[in-house]
């Protein structure tokens, strides 16, 4: 070999890492479409029904905010009743606690509370956590806030809890009160996904990018079925 091939060597080096480094990136951006699409089609699943509705109850537009909590109060209480839920009512400190599942084996307290004009839903999905596991739960956290359009995932380190939270304007569902039991409905089925991913990472370590993958797979062949 001459002098002139040898001096060719760290240029086909060269040129090698960097068709390397474009054949990650090329993979790195079609696995990022594929989980772009695979997101879409999960908020697709819990997408907002369009915002004009007709009111249901015209009269409730000119209602002021104490008129609008002692309706959405009425309302939290009769639905409990009427579904025969257990709960609890706490007038005082206007809230209703409900229990429901998060899985087959464990139950927790859903909270809905009247506060400053707003109902605001809350469910603890994850307590007592490790505090050198915070940083894994809170990318686990961001991962299913970026999926959500309903809701936010919480970690609150000094609680040492994970919150699963929803708040809406009290007038909403004093407008329209079917809005009421269904954002219920929406916040618990919600809720047992967040419980079932932070659960799979305590009890398994997985990576939170790979609950994510296998959450939106369960959700799509659940939807198939």
């Known amino acids: 070999m001459d002098d002139s091939a040898y001096a060719l060597l760290p240029l086909l080096g060269i040129l090698a890492f960097i068709s390397n480094i474009r054949n990650k990136r090329r993979q790195q951006t079609i696995e990022k479409k594929e989980k772009e699409a695979k997101m879409k089609?999960?908020?697709?699943?819990e997408a907002r029904r369009p915002s004009f509705e007709i009111p249901e109850q015209t009269g409730a537009i000119y209602r002021d905010t104490l008129q609008q909590e002692a309706s959405v109060w009425k309302q939290l209480i009769r639905l409990n009743k009427q579904n025969n839920w257990r709960y609890g009512a706490f007038e005082?400190?206007?809230?209703?606690?409900?229990?429901?599942?998060?899985?087959?084996?464990?139950?927790?307290?859903?909270?809905?509370a009247l506060s400053e004009g707003e109902l605001h839903f809350n469910v603890v999905v994850q307590a007592k956590f490790p505090k050198e596991l915070a940083t894994d739960?809170?990318?686990?956290?961001?991962?299913?806030?970026?999926?959500?359009i309903?809701?936010?995932?919480?970690?609150?380190?000094?609680?040492?809890?994970?919150?699963?939270?929803?708040?809406n304007e009290l007038a909403l569902y004093d407008i329209y009160p079917r809005k009421l039991e269904?954002?219920?409905?929406?916040?618990?089925?919600?809720?047992?996904?967040?419980?079932?991913?932070?659960q799979k990472y305590m009890d398994e370590g997985e990576?939170?990018?790979?609950?994510?993958?296998?959450?939106?797979?369960?959700k799509n062949q659940s939807e198939e079925a």
Do not use: C
């Not at 380190?157 to 929803?166: A, E, G, H, T």
């Not at 954002?183 to 991913?197: C, E, G, N």
């Not at 990576?207 to 369960?218: G, Q, R, V």
């Open 41 to 45: 089609e999960y908020t697709r699943k």
């Open 150 to 167: 309903f809701g936010k995932v919480i970690v609150n380190v000094p609680l040492n809890i994970v919150l699963f939270s929803y708040q």
């Open 182 to 198: 269904e954002h219920l409905q929406r916040h618990h089925r919600i809720s047992k996904d967040v419980y079932w991913a932070f």
């Open 207 to 218: 990576e939170p990018a790979f609950i994510i993958a296998d959450l939106i797979k369960m």
């Open 92 to 112: 005082s400190e206007k809230y209703v606690e409900s229990i429901f599942p998060l899985s087959e084996h464990q139950v927790a307290y859903f909270r809905y």
């Open 137 to 148: 739960l809170f990318v686990l956290a961001a991962h299913l806030n970026n999926l959500l």
